[in-house]
């Protein structure tokens, strides 16, 4: 049944009186508020736990009885949507107490052993006739893990190649009209590089697919080895990879390429797939978009390539 105080007499007064008020407003739904799958709690004007049915603690992952008449909810740790801790100030319902107005579909976590369980908050205020500010506030949840989690796979595999776990075309476009903005905004450099697999196809011809699969996926450990944490590099298709070097000129951005290309090639000769890859770098120049600055890049590889391969292209402004 829909839980209360156990000791009516311990709150202080003003506590009291609300939770027969309230337990007076449920009474006629207190059946079907114990059967619903959503949880549902009740707070007084100051934030305490008034109420609540047997699903929010199913949901909460952690009994309330022992802090009925407290505004706090003991050791259960609530995280915002980007994971962050969530001051009690923070809380739905805290927020509809302070403001009276209803919140709906507000998404927040409570951290548990393992993992996140996240939850789907509504609440709404009680009020009083003759006075100005709410006397409590409804609040209802469900679980929402599963319909997050699978958004958060789905938004990833949006944005990620499967097969060597980098950023894809997709992500890298969204990246670098940020990118760009900032660099025309203050005239800060910006260089993209291209990269592409030497004779890959022979790889696959006479290997097998197999062997071209992890000679990918050998190339994206040796731009993460190589790379900077600031650099940012994608799968674009194929054996065709990208790397973004925001706010460095090329002339920089080549010593990461280099160490990417010794490092792939220490790879390759030790997975019995060796191969090389040729690099070409173009800066960005004031008045180029994304594809401008892209066909720079591409000008340089091909250069790189007709030049021998394995080695690093810088297409001069």
Same mark, same amino acid.
């Given at each position: 049944?829909?839980?209360?105080?156990?000791?009516?007499?311990?709150?202080?007064?003003?506590?009291?009186?609300?939770?027969?008020?309230?337990?007076?407003?449920?009474?006629?739904?207190?059946?079907?508020?114990?059967?619903? @799958?959503?949880?549902?709690?009740?707070?007084?004007?100051?934030?305490?736990? %008034?109420?609540? $049915?047997?699903?929010?603690?199913? *949901?909460?992952?952690?009994?309330?009885?022992?802090?009925?008449?407290?505004?706090?909810?003991?050791?259960?740790?609530?995280?915002?949507?980007?994971?962050?801790?969530?001051?009690? #100030?923070?809380?739905?319902?805290?927020?509809?107490?302070?403001?009276?107005?209803?919140?709906?579909?507000?998404?927040?976590? @409570?951290?548990? &052993?393992?993992? !996140?369980?996240?939850?789907? !908050? $509504?609440?709404?205020?009680?009020?009083?006739?003759?006075?100005?500010?709410?006397?409590?506030?409804?609040?209802?949840?469900?679980?929402?893990? &599963?319909?997050?989690? *699978?958004?958060?796979?789905?938004?990833?595999?949006?944005?990620?190649?499967?097969?060597?776990?980098?950023? $894809?075309?997709?992500?890298?476009?969204?990246?670098?009209?940020?990118?760009?903005?900032?660099?025309?905004?203050?005239?800060?450099? %910006?260089?993209?590089?291209?990269?592409?697999?030497? /004779?890959? /196809?022979?790889? $696959?011809?006479?290997?097998?697919?197999?062997?071209?699969?992890?000679? %990918?996926?050998?190339?994206?450990?040796?731009?993460? &080895?190589?790379?900077?944490?600031?650099?940012?590099?994608?799968?674009?298709?194929?054996? #065709?990879?990208? @790397?973004?070097?925001?706010?460095?000129?090329? +002339?920089?951005?080549? =010593?990461?390429?280099?160490?990417?290309?010794?490092?792939? =090639?220490?790879?390759? =000769?030790?997975?019995?797939?060796?191969?090389?890859?040729?690099?070409? *770098?173009?800066?960005?120049?004031?008045?180029?978009?994304?594809?401008?600055?892209?066909?720079?890049?591409?000008?340089?590889?091909?250069? +790189?390539?007709?030049?021998?391969?394995?080695?690093?292209?810088?297409?001069?402004?």
């Amino acid at each position: 049944m829909l839980s209360l105080p156990p000791d009516p007499s311990a709150p202080r007064p003003t506590l009291r009186r609300r939770v027969a008020d309230l337990e007076r407003m449920v009474a006629r739904y207190r059946t079907i508020i114990d059967m619903l @799958v959503e949880g549902v709690i009740l707070r007084d004007s100051e934030g305490r736990l %008034l109420a609540f $049915n047997p699903s929010a603690e199913r *949901l909460m992952g952690f009994p309330l009885g022992p802090v009925l008449g407290t505004r706090d909810l003991g050791r259960i740790q609530f995280v915002r949507e980007d994971g962050q801790p969530m001051t009690a #100030e923070e809380l739905p319902s805290f927020r509809t107490l302070h403001t009276g107005e209803a919140h709906r579909g507000t998404i927040m976590g @409570v951290a548990e &052993a393992g993992g !996140i369980r996240w939850l789907e !908050i $509504n609440t709404e205020p009680l009020w009083e006739p003759g006075r100005p500010d709410p006397v409590g506030t409804v609040v209802s949840f469900w679980d929402l893990t &599963a319909r997050k989690l *699978l958004e958060d796979q789905l938004r990833r595999e949006s944005t990620q190649d499967a097969l060597t776990g980098l950023p $894809n075309r997709r992500a890298l476009a969204v990246r670098l009209q940020q990118a760009l903005a900032v660099a025309a905004r203050f005239g800060t450099p %910006l260089s993209l590089g291209f990269c592409d697999l030497d /004779k890959f /196809k022979q790889i $696959n011809d006479k290997l097998g697919h197999a062997a071209g699969d992890e000679t %990918l996926k050998s190339f994206a450990a040796a731009l993460q &080895a190589g790379l900077r944490l600031v650099d940012f590099a994608a799968r674009v298709g194929g054996d #065709e990879f990208c @790397v973004l070097f925001e706010g460095t000129p090329a +002339a920089q951005a080549v =010593a990461s390429l280099e160490r990417t290309r010794r490092e792939f =090639a220490v790879r390759g =000769a030790a997975s019995g797939f060796p191969a090389t890859a040729t690099f070409g *770098l173009a800066d960005w120049r004031p008045g180029m978009d994304a594809s401008m600055l892209m066909a720079a890049a591409d000008a340089a590889l091909l250069q +790189a390539k007709a030049s021998g391969r394995d080695q690093i292209g810088i297409q001069r402004s």
